[in-house]
């Protein structure tokens, strides 16, 4: 422990450290909200592993399912730094919560749920018959377009089925990706 005498200034020390820090945080923050998303085309947009379109990302993850393959599906997702760098800065989202709490948030929902499906579908034969799309559900933010009310139309072992296991997929620059998966 410090002695009596420097308690005093240990405190502002550290007080005017704190104050110092969430100023920095503040202002980083500020910049990042007021950064508009760069024009498509660039590098910055660049999504890895994504599909050339919804029905291509619908096959790839169907086709993961029908695996087992939790790997190939979560490589169909929108990663930590895809999300951060690309998506959030164009969210009218609370920007000082920061797009990690936005990104560990959505990802704990999509990742319990992905687990949920496939302990029920995974390894079934599931042929892909039509996506559908709900235009009402369909969302402009800066160059991304965030689709929701998506649903496949299947054959899950020779029966007909609707799944909505795709809660959101993001469109970027005539990239797909999820961003959300959702149990059906």
Do not use: C
Request: no cysteine.
């Amino acid at each position: 422990m410090a002695p009596r005498s420097l308690v005093g200034p240990l405190v502002a020390i550290t007080a005017f450290a704190l104050v110092l820090a969430l100023h920095n945080e503040r202002t980083l923050q500020a910049r990042a909200a007021s950064r508009p998303l760069p024009a498509a085309g660039t590098p910055a947009l660049t999504l890895r592993n994504a599909a050339p379109s919804l029905e291509a990302l619908a096959r790839g993850v169907l086709d993961g399912l029908s695996r087992g393959d939790t790997r190939a599906m979560a490589a169909l997702a929108v990663t930590r730094e895809e999300y951060r760098d690309v998506l959030f800065p164009g969210m009218p989202a609370d920007q000082r919560a920061g797009a990690d709490f936005y990104y560990d948030n959505m990802a704990a929902g999509s990742w319990k749920d992905l687990g949920r499906t496939v302990g029920e579908l995974g390894g079934k034969a599931i042929e892909l018959r039509s996506v559908q799309t709900d235009p009402k559900e369909t969302e402009r933010r800066g160059d991304a377009i965030l689709h929701r009310g998506i649903t496949l139309r299947v054959r899950v072992e020779g029966q007909e089925r609707s799944l909505v296991l795709l809660g959101g997929v993001v469109e970027l620059a005539g990239q797909f990706k999820v961003i959300r998966y959702r149990r059906p």
